[in-house]
């Protein structure tokens, strides 16, 4: 079986700048290649992770820095303005994602996995897994109106792949160039590799696409898992 992502709305709900490159980057640019309306909805500010010298207006810095990464690939962008470690699943961050994946109407989602190392993409992922449910319930109202279904859910890849065992892979070999020129736009980030506690990210997330292709017999490719739990082992 082969995903041909032509006709399909592809919204990666990710918890801060960047965490798309990491783990999606390489699946979203190839749907937009191949015909898709991709976007990113990115739900905390990145307004922890300092550089040296640190910067005021970090979060203004990194909006205009995801702004500029998400426009190489044609991604509509959203953003839910969180502190960083500030995400927490509520009543109020539900309504919130459910109105926007009302507006952007995707037909597949992609959410951090619910075993994710990091504190706010956990409670991403669990916001997201409730908000594509409801964005489909009448009951459950926002400004928009109801979807006629919820989206499809996948979860990304862990940082690092720790405590993820795939149901599948996205072959993306042609799309690594894109990945790393995404990456590239959030220097405010990349400032940090001299930090001792931070990993270089560029190295991580190729290290990252090399061995889930090795896996699944491809260069490179991002992995996920379905929420329904069918698997397949090869990479589409």
Not at 50 to 61: C, K, R, S, T
Not at 70 to 97: C, H, K, M, V, Y
Not at 161 to 183: G, N, R, W
Not at 192 to 202: A, C, E, I, N, W
């Amino acid at each position: 079986m082969k995903i041909d992502f032509n006709q399909e709305r592809i919204l990666a709900v990710v918890a801060h700048p960047d965490d798309a490159e990491l783990l999606c980057a390489g699946t979203l640019a190839r749907a937009h290649q191949e015909g898709a309306v991709v976007g990113i909805c990115v739900m905390c500010q990145g307004d922890k992770g300092q550089p040296d010298p640190p910067l005021e207006n970090l979060a203004e810095v990194r909006q205009g820095e995801m702004q500029a990464a998400a426009a190489l690939i044609g991604a509509e962008l959203f953003f839910g303005e969180r502190p960083d470690g500030a995400l927490f699943d509520s009543l109020e961050q539900r309504r919130q994602l459910t109105e926007i994946i009302r507006q952007f109407q995707p037909t597949l989602v992609l959410a951090h996995s619910q075993n994710d190392y990091h504190a706010d993409h956990r409670a991403a992922s669990v916001i997201t897994e409730a908000a594509t449910w409801f964005s489909a319930s009448a009951g459950n109202k926002t400004e928009s109106p109801a979807l006629q279904q919820p989206p499809v859910l996948w979860w990304m890849d862990t940082v690092n792949m720790t405590q993820f065992e795939p149901h599948f892979y996205i072959d993306v070999s042609p799309f690594v160039e894109t990945k790393v020129a995404m990456l590239n736009c959030h220097q405010s980030q990349l400032q940090r590799g001299k930090d001792t506690s931070f990993s270089p990210l560029q190295d991580l997330m190729l290290q990252q696409c090399s061995s889930r292709g090795a896996q699944s017999g491809v260069a490179s490719a991002e992995a996920f898992r379905s929420h329904t739990a069918w698997k397949r082992c090869a990479a589409w």
